[in-house]
C-alpha cells in the first residue's frame, strides 16, 4: 500500500482520513509526498467530479519503487519511448497534448491513399500517434496495461469502460478534446436500449450533419463482436452495439483480413479473449456509421494486450502463478523492433524487464540479435525466455517466496551477424498503413544458450546482481503447443556455421553484457 506525506502527517493511501487530507492540500496547494523511495518524490493532486486523486508528475514514473502505484516502467523497454515528448506531450499538472498521425476529416478515396503515405512517415518518427499507438496510450493511461492478482475477476466491460473514459480526461488533440471526439459504449442493457440510444445520439452530435469544410470524424474504442456480410459490404458489429452496426467497405474488410490475420486467428483460437477495435469512423446523411480507418488489439481474457502466441502463453502463465507486472506497450513500432513483453515488479530483482527471445530467423518479430542490442542498454535488470524448443517459462521467484535458482548469463551472448532476410508484411499496423517493417540483422546464439550447462546459480535472485540479464534454461517441456508464430520453422542444421563461428571464420567476443568477467 502506498503512503503518502501531506503537511507533515502520513497517510496511507486507504486511509478514510485521505480524501479529507487531499482536499485541503488541493485549496492550499501543497503537494503530498510519495514515500515509496527516500527522500520521497513529489506529487500532485487531481480534482475529479466527486473525488481527489494523487498523481505522479510528469517523467517520474521509473523513479517510483516498483510496488509503488506510481511505478511506470522505463518508456524504453516499449515504444512508448519513441512517442514520449513528441506525439505525447504532458503540459504541467495532468493536460496531455496528442498528435494523432490519422485524418478526423472525412476524405475521398484517392486522398485517402496519399494521406495513408504521409502517415506512414509519421509513424517511423514517433511524431504522431497512429490509431494503434492512441489505443496503446489509453490502455497504458487507464493502467489496463498493469496486473496484480487482486484484479481477478473484476474486470468487466463496465469496469474496463470506467478506466478508459477516466484516461481520456484531460487529453487534447489538435481539433478538440478527446472525450468529445471518441465514443466508448456503454454496457448495453435492452430495457434502458433507449436511454442509451439518445445518449449515444448526443455523443456523436458533433458529426453529424455536412460540417463546412467536409465531414468530421470520430473514433470507437470497443470489443469486437463479428464482421458480417451485409447488403452494403459488411457491417463491423461491436459487443454492446447491437443496434448500431458501423459500415466496411469490401477493400477495408479485404485489408482487414490480410494485415490482421495473426490477431484474429488467435482470437478465434482462444476462449476469452478480447479483440478491442479502434476505428475512425463518419455519419452518412442518413445517420449511418461508416469506417475509414481501423486497427485491432488482441487481449487476454483479463484484457492484457498480447501481440503473438508466445507473449499470450507468458502472460497467461504470469495470471496464474498471481503475479504483478506491467505489460509493454509497442504503440508506433513495427513487429520487428524488440519491446520487453512485461515488467514484473513483485521480484526479488524488480523491476525486471521480461524479453521472449522468438530467435524469429524470418524477420516478423524481433531477432535475437536485434533484442540483446536492446538489453544492454536498459537501466534495468532482464529476464530472457528463449522458447525455440517449446518450453514453457520457469518465471523468476516472488518476492517472500524461496527464490529459485535460475540460470545467470555470466558472460558474453556470441553472436553472429548475418545479411538481413527478407521479411514479411507487417501484423498490427493500422489498416490502410502500407507496412513499414525493415529487415533486422539476424543471428543465431542459441546454440551457446543451450550449451550453458544445467548448473543453477544460487545466487541468482541477490538484487542488483553484477549482470542485468537471466535466461531460462531447457528444463521442462511444454503441456501446451507453442506455435512459432505461424512461421515454417528454421532448420539450422543448414546454416554454414557451429557455434563460434561466423560465416567468414571465428567470431570475436561481443561486448560484454556488464562488467562482470566471464567466469565469475
Ligand atoms: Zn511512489
Redesign the pocket.
Known sequence: M?RYSINGTEFPSSSPLFQAALESAYKNRIRPI????EPG?PMYIAHLERSFVVK?MPDTGAS??PG????EAPPGLSGRGEVDGHAIENNDEGTVNLKLAFSLRHNNPAEMENESTQKTAAKTSGTRLTLRGLLHYLWDESKLSHWTAEQKGKRSWFAVRNALVEAVESKETKSAALKEILYIPEVFDEERRNDIASRRIRSLSSIMGPGKSGKKLMLVVGEMDRIAPATFGFALKIKNLPDFPFVMDADLNKNFEKVFQISKNLWEYTPDSHLMVIATFVLDDAGIPTVEEMCVMLTSPEWLPVDNKLEQQLIAELVKQKRSFQKQLRYNLSPDKPVATAVLTDCYNAPLAMYIDVDDLVGRWASTVAINEVVRSNSIQTWMWVPRDGLSPDLPAKMGTEAKAIQQVDEPLLIVEEDATPTHASDSAAILEPSTVKAAPQGDSADELSTRGESAISSAFQPKTATNLTVMTPRTPALAEVTPISQPKVDLTGFPFLPGQGLHGPLAPVEHIDSVEPNQ
Open positions: 502506498t510519495c514515500l515509496c523511495v518524490l505522479r517510483h519503487g509503488c502505484e506510481s511505478y
